[in-house]
């Protein structure tokens, strides 16, 4: 038996467009940059055998990129980030009599914003990662094997006239289990890993100086 589930959605959000206001009594410029993205990856991959003589095997792949870049060449400033990631699953059983199997589950969400506006630059990053593989084998002769992966990462540089702020962080997980037997044998792997990362950052300067 052999079951897969697979959900993917992309989220990319555009929240705010450059603009441009004029000062009381002189000439001068203000930039509204504001942008958002995100993805969210479910994934499932369930590889089963029951009785009789043979093997099953299935397998999942996906990658996620997406970038953003807001510019206001008047107001001289800019916003850029970028998100990639990669997940595979991979799992199979072969033996004779008895059941063997393997079950993998992904949950990955990711987000990122940026926001630079009145001499205020703010950047913000979150990045969750959970894994999970139940690899057994009962009364069966042969085995189970199952592999989980992901890398991810995150971007963000922020460019105003008062100065650059830019954020990032990656990160990389595995999971991997096997087992085998004989006739007699009941063998469980279970595995969990979670990996959370977030960061912000914030910068407010004092108005840009009038220009002669």
């Not at 850029?80 to 079950?103: F, P, R, W």
Request: aromatic fraction near 4%; hydrophobic fraction near 40%; proline fraction near 3%.
């Amino acid at each position: 038996m052999m079951h897969r589930k697979f959900i993917l959605s992309v989220i990319v959000i555009l929240l705010l467009s450059s603009g441009a206001f004029a000062c009381v009594g002189q000439p001068c410029c203000f930039s509204i940059i504001g942008q958002a993205e995100g993805f969210s990856i479910g994934a499932s991959n369930v590889v089963g055998r029951f009785g009789g003589v043979g093997s099953a095997e299935g397998g999942n792949m996906v990658m996620v990129g997406h970038a953003q870049e807001a510019y206001d060449v008047a107001g001289g400033t800019a916003a850029l980030q970028e998100e990639t990631a990669i997940l595979t699953q991979s799992a199979s059983s072969a033996g004779m009599g008895g059941a063997s199997g393997v079950v993998e589950e992904a949950i990955i969400n990711g987000s990122q914003g940026q926001d630079i506006g009145l001499g205020i630059r703010a950047e913000g990053q979150s990045l969750e990662v959970g894994l999970n593989t139940i690899t057994s084998q009962a009364g069966s002769i042969g085995g189970a094997v199952g592999a989980q992966g992901f890398v991810g990462a995150q971007n963000q540089m922020e460019i105003t006239p008062n100065g650059i702020s830019a954020g990032s962080q990656f990160v990389g997980a595995a999971q991997f289990s096997a087992v085998s037997g004989g006739p007699w044998s009941c063998v469980v792997v279970d595995n969990g890993l979670d990996v959370a990362l977030t960061q912000d950052s914030i910068v407010v300067s004092g108005p840009t100086p009038p220009g002669p």
